[in-house]
Antibody, heavy 120, light 107 residues
Framework: QVQLQESGPGLVTPSETLSLSCSVSGASLGSLYWSWLRQPPGRGLEWLAHMQYSRSPKYNPSLRGRAAMSLDTAKNQFYLNLTSATAADTAVYFC??????????????WGPGTLVTVSS | DIQMTQSPLSLSASLGDRVTITCRASQSISNYVNWYQHRPGRAPKLLIYAASSLQTGVPSRFSGSGSGTDFTLTISNLQPEDFATYVCQQCFNTLFTFGQGTTLDIK
């Protein structure tokens, strides 16, 4: 059973880099696609990025080049860095697997999420 | 981007009721829609993929339908654990987008 757990800083100063990690158990990073999503307060879910080991990540264009996703197969963790953080980046951040078959894709399992607040 | 619009945004119902949640896509997306259940503080859970396929382990009181631009999630015989937020998501392209969510609470 695949399980994921996010870790984040809790509080980030505006203009700094928001760094997140996701620990994975029950699966090897090399075997699946991995993703990041977020939910700002009072708003809907937003897909941020996904990638597969040894392939280039894909990012939501709304992040305007501020995001960098990476995988560490030795630690079985993956990461998201979001530079130049603003209050608009305040959200609960989720990591999740990205599964699929026959051109259909869905997210799951997910981690429980971690709240990151961008504020001075 | 493909916009996903859910209605209603909130819904009150009683145990044993049947409820229907609607999701409308801003363009035709065949059956490339998934539905998730999200309880506060917990990981979202996939319920339905490809518009009508029930994820393994999800109770059969959950069902999905639709194609093109209009999709529905129906929950029959509401149980206490069903009171949560339900979210649709399109996978027609890999710029995945979600609906705003529909919060279902106990009347």
């Amino acid at each position: 059973q695949v399980q994921l757990q996010e870790s984040g800083p809790g509080l980030v100063t505006p203009s700094e880099t928001l760094s997140l990690s996701c620990s994975v158990s029950g699966a090897s990073l090399g075997s699946l696609y991995w993703s990041w999503l977020r939910q700002p307060p009072g708003r809907g879910l937003e897909w941020l990025a996904h990638m597969q080991y040894s392939r280039s990540p894909k990012y939501n264009p709304s992040l305007r080049g501020r995001a960098a996703m990476s995988l560490d197969t030795a630690k079985n963790q993956f990461y998201l860095n979001l530079t130049s953080a603003t209050a608009a980046d305040t959200a609960v951040y989720f990591c999740a697997t990205l599964l699929g078959s026959d051109n259909y894709n869905w997210f799951g399992p997910w981690g429980p999420g971690t709240l990151v607040t961008v504020s001075s | 981007d493909i916009q996903m619009t859910q209605s209603p945004l909130s819904l009150s119902a009683s145990l044993g009721d049947r409820v229907t949640i609607t999701c409308r896509a801003s363009q035709s997306i065949s059956n490339y829609v998934n539905w998730y259940q999200h309880r506060p503080g917990r990981a979202p859970k996939l319920l339905i993929y490809a518009a009508s396929s029930l994820q393994t382990g999800v109770p059969s009181r959950f069902s999905g339908s639709g194609s093109g631009t209009d999709f529905t999630l129906t929950i029959s015989n509401l149980q206490p654990e069903d009171f949560a937020t339900y979210v649709c998501q399109q996978c027609f392209n890999t710029l995945f987008t979600f609906g705003q969510g529909t919060t279902l609470d106990i009347k």
